[in-house]
């Protein structure tokens, strides 16, 4: 693909607006550049985001838009929102920088994206607002609008932008995607699973978007049914080995995805089976040794946790402790894996029994991230300390991250919150 399922949502933010128009005919920002060929990669790069492209294939579109003009300030922000969120700021400055000698409008929108991807939504609706009055066919601005306002939780806003977005060019895969996503998150889940379905037909048989799949695949697992949300996985698998994308990236993440699924609905043998074969697919792959590596922890922290379910403790912690050890000696890219760690130590501390320890390394973990959140919720729970768990429990249910995580976590936050008497 490759966008991990765990990417930071910024980047579904640029692909749903900085990259959402090409060639319509009404009043749209310029592109600044004396390099047609920039202007053309450029283009490539709408192009084949919104056909759902492999990732790594329209990140190098990007690259190429400004390896030909590196005075693209549009280009230049692709290339900043393609890179990882802890490496991204000079990229962004540097956008900002050129956007100086570009047009109003560019400014205005390099601005606002800015703003969008340093977490300040409101700021950044504030200025594609006053963009919009001036170009009303860009449909940029309303793909961005409405991924700004989803974000927020403001979704009745995000579906009038979106389909705003579709009067102005209702080509795009990506759109209905979104506006699943939008009626997902607000428990529409039949409404969800048209638009996701109209998002797959806008694209070719063989393309192996993630998106829909993934979306398709999360409303069934809010509604309790595993064994439809795998199948979808699986076809979703199936295209993606038939396109070749599993050539560029191998497919350990998918099978992670489902060994993930099986393991939450307590399917260990089948979750099991999974993480293992995902392993298989790893050393024979174009990745480089150590991205090898991280893939091996993800794999290990899988097992792990399957075998904490199994109630296999002994073989659980040994797989944990090989991850402490990949982390201790990973030197500086070791060091973003320690929450990863502490998620995965609070789980089998949990499974265990022990969750006293459990929740002091939860505390240590992911807290953007709801699964996690949960855990430390009911680790609370279980230590008595119920208006704690019960406040975990809410942000969980406010979460707007569309993703398994939220998917696992929010059925189980609402119960715990309804036997409350505070939902």
Known sequence: MKIHPRQPIVISFLLAGVLATAGHSQKQLPLTSKSEEAKNYYRETVKGIESFEPFRKVQALAQKSVQADSNFAMGQLLVAVFTPAKDRQPALDKALKLAAKASPGEQLFVEATTQALNNNNEKAIAILTKLRKDYPGERRICMVLGQLHQQLGQYAEAIRFYEAAIKIDGNSARVYSQLGDSHLLQEQYAKAREY????????????????????????????????????????????????????????????????????EFGRLEEALKCYETGYRSVPGSALDSIEKKIWFGRVFHGKARTLAKMGRHGEAQQYADQIKMMIETGGERGEEFWKAYHYLAGYLKLESGDSEAAAEHLEKSDQDDPFQKLLLAKANLKLGNKSQALDICREIVKSTNNNLDRALSYPEAKKILAAAGTY
């Open 196 to 263: 996701y379905q109209l998002a797959l037909s806008k694209v070719s048989a063989e393309a192996s978007p993630f998106a829909p799949f993934s979306g398709l695949a999360l409303t069934s697992i809010y509604e309790n049914k595993p064994d439809q949300a795998l199948e979808m996985m699986q076809e979703f698998h199936s295209r993606y080995r038939r396109n070749g994308s599993a050539e560029n990236f191998p497919d350990v993440w998918i099978w992670n995805y489902m060994g993930r699924v099986n393991l």
